[in-house]
């Protein structure tokens, strides 16, 4: 029932459904909270929602242990995301694309940047495990990232404001690196400056990660 015009919100009858394997109601114009027994379909392996006006929070769907493919995004869902979604073992794809708040899991599937989408979520914060950490030095630290839209792994440097001098570091990195193109030297890709969930100043450079026997090379003096 995907890509059409239904409005109106999604039935608690979705729950009468027998052995309903696969829900695909994506961008239409749905609206209204999730019911709540979307949650009792055991044998359900892909929830599609996308693009439409859902609402509140996530429903309890953690007896869905069959579920590959759960797609939430591009909706008004909000709240925290659920801990018991790292559990799914046979999840293949996670898309959290909405106004959920709080902290990201770390454990389980949010380990893998590939499988599990939360970009686009302003107030959420955390989600760096040990695994993303590449290394960290004076005036920040470097992880790895993900980002989805450009299929690329990256690596981010993000800057530690309360050291002195960081800002001064940051911005002669910037001029000496942008119109540099060494082949050993990691390429600058942008920059970016916004204010942290806690309200303080957040300042982060993105490079362009060079993956070779394993390592990826790290922006240089980190």
């Known amino acids: ?6 409005t109106g919100s999604l039935p608690e009858d979705v729950g009468r459904l027998g052995k309903l394997g696969n829900l695909s109601v994506a961008h239409n ?3 209204g909270k999730l019911p709540k027994t979307l949650g009792k379909r055991l044998s359900m392996e892909n929830l599609e929602l996308q693009g439409n006006y859902f ?12 579920i590959k493919k759960v797609d939430f995004s591009t909706n008004n869902l909000s709240g925290r995301i659920p801990e018991y979604l790292a559990n799914f073992s046979l999840l293949e794809y996670l898309n959290l ?11 389980g599937k949010f380990k893998n940047a590939t499988i ?7 107030n959420l914060c955390g989600g760096f495990s040990s695994s993303y950490l590449i290394g ?7 992880f790895k990232a993900f980002l ?13 404001m309360q050291r002195h001098g960081a800002m001064r570091s940051s911005m002669a990195e910037c001029e000496s690196l942008k119109d540099i193109r060494l082949r050993n030297l990691v390429k600058l890709l942008t920059a970016c400056s916004s204010i942290d ?9 993105i490079y362009d990660a060079k993956w070779k026997f394993g390592y990826v090379a790290a922006p240089k003096g980190i």
Request: glycine share 8%; hydrophobic share 40%.
């Open 116 to 122: 599990v989408l939360v970009s686009g979520n302003k």
């Open 55 to 66: 609402e509140g929070i996530i429903p309890d769907i953690s007896k869905l242990m069959g």
């Open 29 to 31: 114009k749905l609206s």
């Open 1 to 6: 029932m995907s890509s059409n015009l239904l």
């Open 97 to 107: 694309f909405n106004n959920f708040e709080r902290n990201v899991p770390t454990e």
């Open 148 to 160: 989805p839209a450009e299929n690329k792994v990256v690596a981010v440097k993000v800057l530690n």
């Open 197 to 205: 969930f806690q309200g303080n100043e957040f300042r982060a450079l």
């Open 136 to 142: 960290s030095g004076s005036f920040g630290t470097v």
